[in-house]
Antibody, heavy 123, light 110 residues
Framework: EVQLVESGGGLVKPGGSLRLSCAASGLTFSDAWMSWVRQAPGKGLEWVGRIKRKTDGGTTDYAAAVTGRFTISRDDSKNTLYLQMNSLETEDTGVYFC??????????????WGQGTMVTVSA | QSALTQPASVSGSPGQSITISCTGTSSDVGGYNYVSWYQQHPGKAPKLMIYAVSNRPSGVSNRFSGSKSGNTASLTISGLQAEDEADYYCTSYTFSGRVVFGGGTDVTVL
């Protein structure tokens, strides 16, 4: 069974840092483009950023709202995706999902999702 | 990159058809055939319903269909059922290489 499991969420003060993890199983993780998507409480979905597979350069792209503060990385030997979040703001509060991008169904579609991990930024 | 524009809510009776629009620009929806649609029930992760404008993943009911004309994509749900009550989001690839979501549409089955 293909599965993504996020972890690392929690409560952090404004200006603080947090690192989220996304453990993948049941798929060839090294072949997958991976994205992070977030959802503020009661709000819609927002793309955070992606990391391509190494054979496509392993490069990253970020939404404007997080550029310079968030960093996405991957460890293919551990089948794990990471999201390092620095200089956190209250607006960063929400559920963070990891998802494969174009793994099974076409480019730039998010076809496998984790269950999400909650991040709360509050004093 | 601004969010794609979706109606806040759409409703229909069981058995009816409804259509949700997703309007962008020539830099996203109009410029690429990389529009996807997602269904999200409360407290759950989103589920891919349509990819590449009009393609259904395996296991998704053929009551769901997608299309695009110019800068506007559409999701049609035919034979509306109670289980279709959920939030629906569109996405598009953009000229900058980023992905942008629509604001979401709350579908109510009357």
């Amino acid at each position: 069974e293909v599965q993504l499991v996020e972890s690392g969420g929690g409560l952090v003060k404004p200006g603080g840092s947090l690192r989220l993890s996304c453990a993948a199983s049941g798929l060839t993780f090294s072949d997958a483009w991976m994205s992070w998507v977030r959802q503020a409480p009661g709000k819609g979905l927002e793309w955070v950023g992606r990391i391509k597979r190494k054979t496509d350069g392993g490069t990253t792209d970020y939404a404007a709202a997080v550029t310079g503060r968030f960093t996405i990385s991957r460890d293919d030997s551990k089948n794990t995706l990471y999201l390092q979040m620095n200089s956190l703001e209250t607006e960063d509060t929400g559920v963070y999902f990891c998802a494969t991008e174009g793994h099974s169904y076409g480019h730039h579609s998010f076809d496998i999702w984790g269950q999400g991990t909650m991040v709360t930024v509050s004093a | 990159q601004s969010a794609l524009t979706q109606p806040a809510s759409v409703s229909g009776s069981p058995g009816q058809s409804i259509t949700i629009s997703c309007t962008g620009t020539s830099s996203d929806v109009g410029g690429y055939n990389y529009v996807s649609w997602y269904q999200q029930h409360p407290g759950k992760a989103p589920k891919l319903m349509i990819y590449a404008v009009s393609n259904r993943p395996s296991g998704v009911s053929n009551r769901f269909s997608g299309s695009k004309s110019g800068n506007t994509a559409s999701l049609t749900i035919s034979g509306l059922q109670a289980e279709d009550e959920a939030d629906y989001y569109c996405t598009s690839y953009t000229f900058s290489g980023r992905v942008v979501f629509g604001g979401g549409t709350d579908v109510t089955v009357l």
